[in-house]
């Protein structure tokens, strides 16, 4: 469906001279219009609230609430506002959690500005942009994630695997309980919860399949 009424758009940046630069950008858009800026995240969430914006340009690091706090509360008081986050950071550590958050774009602050003006417009249709560098992340996320799903060991906790490691290498129930701290009777509920999630029916047969499926090395004897 093609959107007839002017693209509004909410600014968040704590710098005032970005905020002026992106204002004068989109004023030249006649499909596009600023309804509102915000140098905060607080003021950010309030603002969405009143406003309702089709886009919202979002900054990451700012004082007070930062840029993915942001990023969630937007989404819970203006759900149909899409967030482009608009940073100069690619990192994972703030990458993953704008995305889980809600944004719909990540683009640097070194995008060209035409590309930023199609970022808007194709987000009002729900269709994200990333910068390369970010893309490239987040399919390796993806690829990392889908090998995790792959193991056959993945719907083992951390524990589960550390004790089934602990009887590949001939550990009795008694001997894992000393070795990690912890009573014989949740070591027997560990080996009961490994038996059933591998589908095996005694903890010989569990360790032989950790041997095969490598989870064992000669080392680890």
């Known amino acids: 469906m093609t959107k007839t009424e002017p693209i509004t758009i909410l600014i968040v940046d704590d710098h005032s001279i970005v905020r002026q630069g992106l204002c004068a950008l989109f004023k030249i858009q006649p499909d596009c219009r ?57 990192d994972d550590e703030h990458i993953f959690p ?59 906790s951390d524990r589960e695997l550390e004790v089934l490691r602990l009887i590949a290498g001939g550990l009795t129930n008694a001997e894992i309980a ?5 009573s014989e009777k949740t070591v027997k509920g560990h080996v009961s919860n490994i038996l059933s999630k591998l589908h095996m029916l005694d903890r010989t047969k569990a360790a032989v399949f950790a041997w095969q499926q490598g989870l064992m090395r000669p080392d680890d004897e």
């Open 34 to 90: 600023v309804v509102g800026e915000a140098d905060a995240g607080e003021s950010a969430v309030r603002l969405a609230a009143e406003l309702v914006p089709d886009v919202i340009l979002m900054d990451l690091v700012m004082p007070g609430m930062d840029g993915v706090e942001a990023t969630r509360q937007v989404k819970q008081v203006s759900p149909r506002s899409q967030v482009i986050v608009l940073t100069s950071y690619h």
């Open 98 to 156: 704008a995305l889980r958050a809600g944004a719909l774009s990540y683009v640097l602050k070194d995008i060209e500005p035409e590309q930023l003006v199609e970022t808007v417009r194709r987000a009002v249709h729900g269709e994200s942009m990333m910068h390369p560098r970010v893309a490239a992340r987040v399919v390796q996320e993806i690829r990392d994630t889908q090998r995790a799903d792959d193991s056959p060991f993945a719907e083992l």
């Open 178 to 182: 000393e070795r990690l701290i912890i």
